[in-house]
């Protein structure tokens, strides 16, 4: 559509207020994750301002936005413990690249062949280490090296933290932000168009400035002294393999993220569809970017997006403009960090670490699908109680051990009375299963008509149809009336 007076008004009046509400977003959630990384927290705001402006202006998805994720920042702090920070930009410069190169071999749509209970079990596991991680931030404590014993111990640092003035008003602080975060939604209308992780660190830190309490600020640098382009040096890091595990974790991990996350964008509006193979080279172009900056890794992100859509956005440039705000922001007022509380930070990463586990979802999905569901909690503990690619490879064993269930589970269910009796074949009828099949109808003994229901089969081959007809036309010979439900399924037997 070429642009013209119409069109720019157009976006003045939808996308400009959008993209000034993603900002604002933005912002509080782009230092928070940078800060649980490991890494200053001007780099989260160059992430985002190159997926404002890099990702953001290519082809793919027009309204999901993109910047650093909660879902990567265990990674991330994996990351740059074992290698180091300035090895950080090498990591993801190639992990973008690698991206590139699935995007061109138009792989992208295969992303979605993923299952979901491993994304979902991945996503959990990683709010639960999450929250193990920011809540001893949040106590003014330092957390340990493994999740579980962090998570073990949460409730002992809360007691040491309470008997400290330090640890205290953390806390307090932390808490207030989290109770802000979840009673924004139940605001009156007006107040709930701000949005909530910025009203909740504006409050925690004017608290912390009015009341001038004993509570650790944001450390802030400035912008260019921040950046750290990966050299020469950072180069000989690609011959060791256990770097490439890291590269292509980042690569796979953030683009299944991104894609899923266009997948739930493009059903909050009636926009144009993302181009997923489009969508995954803006990605990796972003984190090339990104990555050459020495700043963190980005992926698409389902708050900002929601917040996009939600806000009226209509075209890209309401996600373009959230970068031009970003840069301005980080290039005149970057000073204002320094009055951002840690433990603010902190209670807003805790708050996403839950939204991540997501509690009620999980529960809903034992309750209807509980194979799905031990899929999903398999990958979690693998995560929690390993590590991210560990958790994941459990997962997905997982999941294909739950597919291989599927594929040849078969169940019988014979229910007799005086009018006749009843036999419903569920599941998969394959020749694997044959012999169970044979077994389980020998055993059955008529006290009536005979109604054979093979509507709840999902697969019936050439082996068991041969097998059922076999044992229908028996039981006719004997003079006991056999019906099948559907009529059509024995007919080519018959």
Request: glycine residues 10%.
């Amino acid at each position: 559509m070429p642009w013209n007076s119409a069109r720019v008004r157009a976006v003045l009046r939808t996308d400009l207020p959008a993209s000034i509400t993603v900002f604002l977003v933005a912002v509080p959630l782009c230092v928070g994750v940078s800060v649980a990384s490991g890494a200053p927290a001007e780099l989260g705001l160059v992430t985002g301002i190159v997926g404002g402006l890099v990702a953001g202006a290519l082809p793919g998805s027009s309204l999901q936005v993109s910047g650093p994720a909660a879902g990567l920042t265990v990674l991330v702090h994996s990351a740059v413990t074992a290698y180091g920070l300035p090895a950080l930009g090498m990591v993801v410069l190639t992990a973008g690249l690698v991206q590139v190169l699935l995007a061109v071999l138009r792989l992208g749509r295969w992303f979605r062949a993923v299952s979901a209970a491993v994304v979902e079990g991945m996503l959990t596991g990683i709010g639960i280490v999450l929250i193990a991680s920011q809540s001893y931030v949040l106590l003014d404590r330092k957390a340990g090296g493994e999740a579980l014993s962090n998570l073990v111990g949460i409730p002992a640092a809360a007691v040491r933290a309470v008997d400290t003035a330090a640890g205290g008003a953390s806390l307090a602080v932390g808490a207030g932000v989290v109770a802000v975060l979840v009673l924004w939604k139940y605001m009156p209308r007006r107040l709930s168009l701000l949005p909530g992780p910025l009203v909740a660190v504006v409050l925690a830190a004017a608290a912390v400035r009015l009341l001038d309490l004993p509570v650790a600020t944001v450390q802030v640098d400035g912008l260019l002294d921040t950046l750290q382009p990966p050299g020469v040096e950072q180069l000989a890091l690609l011959l060791r393999p256990e770097v490439w595990g890291t590269v292509l974790a980042f690569a796979l991990i953030a683009s299944a993220e991104s894609l899923f996350s266009a997948s739930a964008v493009d059903h909050m509006h009636a926009g144009p569809r993302t181009a997923y193979n489009r969508e995954l080279l803006a990605q990796g172009v972003g984190n090339a970017v990104a990555g050459a900056l020495g700043a963190l890794p980005m992926t698409a992100v389902i708050v900002r997006s929601a917040a996009n859509v939600q806000a009226g956005a209509r075209t890209k440039a309401a996600r373009i403009l959230h970068g031009v705000w970003l840069l301005l922001f980080a290039l005149v007022l970057p000073g204002l960090l320094d009055l951002v509380p840690l433990a603010a930070l902190a209670g807003l990463l805790v708050h996403a670490g839950g939204k991540l586990v997501a509690p009620r979802a999980r529960w809903r999905l034992w309750r209807s699908d509980r194979s799905e569901a031990l899929v999903l909690l398999a990958t979690a503990i693998g995560i929690v109680t390993t590590n991210l690619l560990e958790g994941v490879a459990i997962g997905l064993v997982a999941a294909l051990a739950k597919t291989a269930w599927d594929v040849t589970h078969i169940r019988l269910h014979v229910e007799q009375s005086a009018a006749g009796t009843l036999v419903r074949v569920h599941g998969n009828a394959t020749f694997v299963k044959l012999p169970t099949l044979v077994d389980r109808l020998e055993d059955v003994t008529p006290t009536g008509p005979v109604e054979l229901d093979l509507s709840a089969l999902t697969h019936l081959d050439a082996a068991c149809r041969q097998a059922l007809t076999a044992w229908a036309d028996q039981h006719r010979r004997r003079g006991v009336a056999v019906t099948v439900t559907p009529e059509h399924e024995l007919v080519k037997s018959t």
